[in-house]
């Protein structure tokens, strides 16, 4: 099979099972959610760390270390700011 | 043992897709939601681990450089940022998500094609899949990096204030942007030689960044719950595009993953406003005078008092229902309006708010905000739960909402919000809206309620009356 074909087949399943797993969630968590996913749409860096490797500063590896930069931005922060939503719903007085 | 050593990064990558499924879907319920982020967080770690050990490298510096840097950034950002600004967090975060799509595109463009100075169409020494799905990734990206980047400033106020800026011909524009870059991206499959491809990836660019800015800026504020998910949503598409270019199957998933859930997200926005997406995206909601404009002259019986008289209702009242909207986080009266519940609660005075699912900037922007001034949730209750209580309570206060309680949206089939699911505060005993003037909601209409004979307005900043009525509950105590 044609690899863009085995790509179609990850991508179209891997939405269904999105659907599936996301749908009813409560208003609540709307935006963790949101700030969660958004952390996870950051595994762009993977795929900027395989740009940003050889050792002459060529335009690639700049452009891939820029890549790297943006895409940890939006992991940590992503993440951390999740979790201190988070943190605040599960208080107790 | 060599097939294991050639794929181990692969059978990493796939234990962290499935650990991803596992965090988003403990992220839907409450209880789990913290465990979840968790293990999606230990999901990235793996795999940048996974990577980082497949990779040959001899020079670690742009890497750690940029780690560093943009975690420092991240963190710092993630601690500061006040509750109230978390729309323009996620927002300016999903454009930094759609700037590494493009870079890691060009990237590759620049590694495998330019710099290389290969003679041949791209199609050839990249692959038919990479080489259609570079045009998409940077168009993804881009797009999502400007838009997002417009959503940050009109959420904060900067672009406009906020307010729908309508170009002359603007689906034209677009259409002409939007044909362009399919265009530039076709062109840079078929390019022959390496300065052709660096054209056609910059004009894509370009292209695709200056389509972000117009897509977005005739959309209003309060429309940025719609544009803010659907962005993600965009995220998401942009991280598989990327999964595509580099044949890594974890990209597509946690791509698909993110994308599925800006959708649905998106999708409950929508039905929350009882309109279209394509609606929202065409823009311009709330410019056009077929409400009959709005403003003081329109209003003819309206009652308004202080917080005094107010405190007095609430003394008495066995039940209230809060109706937080964006005026309350803009005044930040989160807390001291706890404060007043709490005043109340220890009255014996049942106290609940009524959240409405577009309330506010984003979605959830309310119940973060609650959450942050230490509200119990099971306090916060949604639109259809509550909606049967209204008739039962004594005492509603709106707080900075306005057409989310609109009797229009129910019987009158003129308005432009006929049909949207609204909050029904006015079947209350007594309703106090605190509003600073009779000045119209989002949608440029005139709210029926403020008329009504149970509604009586007191005008002035959400945080000072509450501040007023909670020190005349002192005092009545």
Same mark, same amino acid.
């Given at each position: 099979m044609d690899p863009l074909l085995i790509g179609i087949y990850v991508l179209v399943l891997a939405s269904f099972v999105g659907f599936e797993v996301i749908t009813k969630v409560p208003p609540t968590l709307h935006t963790p959610l949101m700030s969660g996913a958004n952390a996870i749409s950051g595994i762009t860096i993977v795929g900027a760390l395989a740009t940003a490797t050889t050792a002459n500063p060529t335009l690639s590896n700049i452009l891939g270390g820029a890549a790297v930069f943006f895409a940890t931005i939006n992991v940590v922060g992503g993440f951390m700011v999740t979790d201190r939503m988070l943190k605040m719903f599960g208080r107790k007085k | 043992m060599s097939w294991l050593a050639d794929n181990f990064s692969a059978l990493l990558y796939l234990i962290s897709a499935v650990m991803f499924i596992f965090g988003l879907k403990r992220l839907g319920r409450v209880r789990t939601a913290r465990g979840g982020n968790q293990v999606a967080a230990s999901a990235m770690l793996l795999a940048i681990v996974a990577t980082l050990l497949d990779l040959e490298i001899v020079d670690y510096r742009w890497i750690v450089g940029g780690m560093v840097l943009g975690g420092l950034v991240g963190a710092v950002a993630a601690t500061k940022v006040a509750m109230t600004a978390m729309p323009e967090m996620v927002a300016i975060f999903n454009g930094f998500g759609g700037a590494a799509s493009v870079l890691v595109a060009l990237a590759v463009v620049w590694q495998e094609v330019i710099e290389r100075e290969v003679v041949g169409a791209p199609l050839e020494v990249l692959g038919g899949t990479a080489a259609v799905t570079i045009g998409l990734s940077i168009l993804i990206g881009a797009v999502t990096l400007s838009g997002s980047l417009i959503a940050y400033l009109k959420l904060q106020g900067k672009l406009k204030r906020g307010q729908p800026i309508m170009l002359p011909g603007r689906h034209l524009i677009n259409l002409a942007l939007g044909l362009g870059a399919l265009v530039f991206a076709a062109q840079f499959v078929g390019a022959s030689a390496a300065g052709e491809a660096q054209t056609s990836t910059l004009s894509l660019a370009g292209l695709s960044l200056a389509l972000g800015i117009l897509l977005v800026i005739p959309i209003g504020g309060a429309d940025m719950p719609v544009v803010v998910s659907l962005l993600n949503s965009y995220s998401g598409m942009a991280a598989s595009a990327t999964g595509f270019v580099l044949g890594n199957n974890l990209l597509i998933i946690s791509g698909a993953l993110v994308g599925a859930s800006g959708l649905i997200l998106t999708q409950i926005m929508c039905v929350a406003m009882n309109r279209s997406l394509l609606n929202v995206l065409v823009g311009g909601f709330g410019e056009t005078d077929s409400g009959g404009g709005g403003g003081? @002259? $329109? &209003?003819?019986s309206v009652k308004s008092c202080g917080a005094e008289e107010a405190a007095m209702m609430l003394e008495t009242a066995e039940s209230c229902i809060i109706v937080p909207g964006y005026g309350l986080a803009v005044a930040q009266a989160q807390h001291i309006v706890r404060e007043m519940a709490d005043l109340l609660i220890g009255r014996g005075t049942k106290v609940t708010y009524a959240i409405h699912p577009v309330a506010g900037r984003m979605p959830g922007h309310m119940n973060v905000l609650l959450a942050e001034a230490d509200v119990p949730y099971e306090q916060l209750v949604e639109m259809d739960a509550i909606n049967p209580e209204f008739k039962t309570t004594d005492v509603v206060i709106v707080l900075g909402a306005n057409d989310v309680v609109n009797p229009a949206a129910i @019987? @009158?089939? *003129?308005?432009?919000? &006929?049909g949207m699911p609204i909050l029904? *505060?006015? $079947? *209350?005993r007594s309703v106090f809206v605190v509003k600073r003037s009779l000045s119209p909601g989002y949608a440029g209409i005139k709210n029926g309620l403020f008329e009504l004979d149970n509604t009586t307005m007191i005008f002035g900043d959400a945080k000072k009356v509450i501040q007023a009525v909670a020190n005349e509950l002192k005092e009545l105590s």
């Open positions: - | 003081a @002259d $329109e &209003y003819t @019987d @009158d089939k *003129a308005s432009p919000i &006929y029904n *505060a006015h $079947e *209350a």
